[in-house]
């Protein structure tokens, strides 16, 4: 699986967009970008994933460059509930739930 | 309902003895993963299966056992407990192919080794 690389930390503010990069510069033509979270020692939670598109859910938005070597979470309007860690994580969608490699991931902190 | 269900949710063990966590799932996955999680770092693959009676080992697997007699669950053993299995373990599960192929957690077992 191709590796990822986060930001360790960032401050949003409530109501405000966040926006969270994500950069595989190695990743494989059929490898999807998956995005989870974890919510204060949870289990982590899927928020979204993607091959090459844009995609939209309830949750969030991923925006994936052209070149696919980069990709951006957008959470459009964050609330205090957003505080999380975000993973970002790179894998061929056949066995995408499977064997998942955890980075550092970025910790996310919305602010009043 | 239920999705990924962990027993127990905590558990303190003493250095030596051995315990089972349960991990049971109500989805039909056929793929299901341990990790385990210590303070402040990512999760870490302990021992996967993608399907009954099929598992192989992840990135830590020393000191757990698993094995996959049925769908639906998918046990790990501790063998002779150790400090440095003090740690949150989770448990999760997803399908191979199709329109959903996120994995699913469950809560967690946070385990203590004294």
């Known amino acids: 699986d191709a590796k990822t690389t986060q930001p360790p930390s960032m401050d949003c503010a409530e109501g405000r967009a966040a926006n969270l990069p994500c950069n595989h510069s190695t990743i494989s033509g059929n490898e999807y970008v998956y995005w989870y979270r974890q919510i204060h020692s949870q289990g982590p939670q899927y928020i979204i994933h993607?091959?090459?598109n844009n995609e939209t859910n309830e949750m969030a938005s991923l925006i994936i460059t052209e070149d696919r070597k980069s990709s951006t979470l957008i959470l459009p309007h964050a609330t205090l509930r957003d505080t999380a860690v975000y993973y970002c994580?790179?894998?061929?969608?056949?066995?995408?739930?499977?064997?998942?490699?955890f980075g550092g991931g970025t910790r996310v902190l919305v602010k009043p | 309902n239920a999705g990924v269900t962990q027993t127990p949710k905590f558990q303190v063990l003493k250095t030596g003895q051995s315990m089972t966590l349960q991990c049971a799932q109500d989805?039909?996955?056929?793929?299901m993963s341990w990790y385990r999680q210590d303070p402040g770092m990512g999760l870490r693959l302990i021992h996967y299966?993608?399907?009954?009676?099929?598992?192989d080992q992840g990135e830590v697997p020393n000191g757990y056992n698993v094995s996959r007699s049925t769908t639906e669950d998918f046990p790990l053993r501790l063998l002779s407990a150790a400090p440095s299995q003090t740690s949150v373990y989770f448990c999760?599960?997803?399908?191979?192919?199709?329109?959903?192929?996120?994995?699913?957690f469950g809560q967690g077992t946070r385990l203590t080794v004294v």
């Open positions: 993607g091959l090459k």
């Open positions: 299966s993608v399907g009954a009676g099929i598992t």
């Open positions: 989805m039909n996955h056929e793929y």
């Open positions: 994580i790179v894998r061929v969608e056949g066995a995408a739930g499977n064997k998942l490699t």
């Open positions: 999760a599960s997803s399908s191979p192919g199709g329109v959903n192929t996120e994995a699913f």
